[in-house]
């Protein structure tokens, strides 16, 4: 793709030349105009990195022009020349959001610098953009509106540009991987994702499988195997149930982590590694720790940051936001309908306790969407007898709510309309419920 063109607005043929053959040997790519309405009619068909336009121009002047393009765009850099009695003019039009006024006459040295620090501000402007977006995509996987979930969100978009090592705390099943792929995905790092579950591997192999071995390094080895550490190298290394690591390989990670680089199984060699580790516990480290069941200098090391994450029957309120997306998911899995629960269903789940968490949660979702009975009907029961009137009133009516706004794309309006309510009490309920209309839109 073509690197976006500067837009010069000059009706004096021989300065527009003149300038645009200085910004050209910069290598400037760059676009002439006579007019503005010339230029305002290219935009149909292509967007400008900056638009340099002089104030006094036929037709429309450069400050009606700037107004137009800050409808155009908001974030596009606009850069005047003015001659000497249209200082004034240049000054309004700062206030109104140009960029710059460059004052004739002037050297094209002035007028290239002029550009290229536009063009650095565009292009910051462009990667805050792709940050937000970014950042918005990443945390939109940690589904929820309760305040915990709002407030580790929060602490995602905060921690993952930084590249700082972060330890997450759970319970198993509520969500840390899902959050350490958000932090990556936050992060702009451009390597893999290389997750591990430190739980699920015999101790045997798995200083191999950490850090790779070389052929030889043992028996079976024919050939060279690149260890996970390596693998991640660029992006992040995620160690789940990191408690779980042999104390003897423990001390090894510690190295990595203060070294950054590693040798591989049979090899003398140091090989740079820059990834950013993610850890998982489901246990309290610092009780482990005390315990003798792990090293105290690594888990001062990884406890940098660190990021709780509730339990789901902490954050019941989150359930029908979860069932919703699971059930989503499930369907398209499956190729089923989407399926559809009750007010008593709902009442069901909120009042139990979830010792699997969200885990547990996303496989009732799965039966439930293959038409099969959720299992939790006799383990509920009596569970559901801690919910009041009100509250299972309560759980109701923010189900119709929000499956209402799902049926309407998330229009207000057109919700209160099929509840055959005014729009203010809805308004009211929305708040109540702690409903963001703007969720369910497409």
């Not at 910069?26 to 068909?45: H, N, S, Y």
């Not at 959050?179 to 936050?186: C, G, K, S």
């Not at 408690?243 to 740079?272: D, F, H």
Request: with cysteine; glycine share 6%; proline share 4%.
């Amino acid at each position: 793709m073509a690197e976006p063109a500067v837009f010069f607005v000059e009706d004096d043929a021989a300065v527009r030349k003149g300038c645009e053959q200085a910004l050209a040997l910069a290598d400037i790519p760059v676009r002439g105009f006579a007019d503005g309405e010339a230029m305002l009619a290219a935009l149909a068909t292509a967007t400008p990195a900056l638009v340099v336009s002089d104030v006094r121009l036929p037709g429309k002047d450069g400050l009606t022009l700037l107004r137009e393009l800050r409808q155009y765009d908001r974030e596009l850099p606009v850069l005047l020349i003015t001659g000497h009695g249209d200082v004034a003019m240049a000054v309004e039009a700062m206030r109104e959001g140009a960029y710059d006024f460059i004052e004739k006459p002037f050297p094209s040295e002035r007028l290239v610098a002029a550009v290229r620090s536009a063009l650095e501000k565009r292009a910051l402007i462009f990667e805050n953009r792709q940050l937000k977006e970014r950042l918005g995509s990443a945390t939109s996987q940690i589904i929820g509106q309760s305040p915990a979930i709002q407030h580790i969100r929060q602490l995602v978009g905060t921690l993952a540009p930084t590249g700082v090592d972060i330890l997450l705390n759970g319970e198993t099943g509520s969500g840390k991987e899902v959050v350490a792929r958000a932090i990556h995905e936050a992060s702009g790092r451009r390597g893999a994702f290389v997750a591990i579950n430190c739980g699920a591997l015999p101790e045997t192999v798995f200083e191999s499988e950490l850090f790779g071995h070389e052929a030889g390094a043992f028996t079976g080895a024919g050939k060279r195997r690149i260890g996970r550490i390596e693998h991640a190298n660029g992006g992040t290394l995620f160690l789940d149930e990191i408690e779980s690591m042999p104390l003897s390989l423990q001390v090894k990670l510690l190295r990595v982590l203060q070294e950054r680089s590693i040798e591989r199984l049979g090899s003398n060699t140091a090989i740079a590694v820059d990834c950013r580790l993610v850890a998982a516990s489901k246990s309290d480290l610092k009780s482990e720790s005390d315990a003798g069941r792990f090293r105290a200098d690594l888990y001062y090391r990884i406890n940098v940051v660190s990021i709780d994450l509730p339990p789901l029957r902490q954050r019941r309120e989150d359930i029908p936001l979860l069932l919703a997306q699971f059930l989503q998911e499930a369907a398209s899995r499956y190729q089923r309908p989407l399926a559809t629960w009750t007010a008593a269903d709902l009442a069901r789940w909120t009042s139990h306790d979830w010792p699997g968490n969200v885990r547990e949660l996303k496989n009732v979702a799965d039966r439930w969407a293959l038409g099969l009975p959720d299992a939790l009907t006799t383990i509920a029961t009596a569970a559901s007898n801690r919910l009041s009137l009100a509250e299972q009133i309560d759980a109701a009516e923010k189900l119709i709510i929000e499956n209402t706004l799902k049926q309407c794309a998330g229009n207000v309006a057109q919700s209160a309309e099929h509840l055959q309510t005014p729009k203010k009490t809805l308004y009211d309920k929305l708040t109540r419920h702690a409903i963001v209309a703007e969720q369910f839109r497409s």
